[in-house]
């Protein structure tokens, strides 16, 4: 049964959305902020949170799973395993924090401000 299993479709097919997520959790752990809508934010809060805990376990098959995740961008893994995980061994969740910026102007669609807490 598919109870409590609705993911954000963000108007994409499955092909576009996985893209498009995959980006955006590299970004982030890149640039560790990224300004982006609320609902990409939202739909992109959870795979991040999903890959810290992954790097927080810093074994192999951690890390090629996450370099499945992130479709085998090596710098993006090697920051997640030894800069952003260290950084949270303490922390049991919650690695990351949206932030309201307000409307953008040009269609009023909500921006927010998504980076590690």
């Not at 640039?31 to 376990?57: D, S, V």
């Not at 098959?61 to 993006?76: E, I, T, W």
């Not at 950084?87 to 980076?115: C, N, W």
């Amino acid at each position: 049964m598919r109870h409590q299993k609705t993911r954000h479709k963000l108007s994409r097919d499955p092909a576009h959305r996985k893209a498009l997520l995959r980006n955006l959790s590299k970004e982030v752990i890149e640039h560790e902020r990224i300004t982006t809508t609320e609902a990409k934010a939202k739909a992109a809060k959870p795979e991040i949170e999903k890959l810290i805990t992954l790097a927080k376990r810093g074994d192999l098959h951690a890390r090629r799973q996450a370099l499945s995740a992130l479709g085998q961008d090596k710098f993006a893994v090697h920051k997640l395993f030894e800069v952003v995980a260290p950084r949270y061994a303490e922390r049991p969740g919650g690695y990351t924090r949206i932030v309201k910026l307000g409307p953008r102007q040009s269609d009023s669609t909500e921006m927010v401000l998504l980076e590690f807490v």
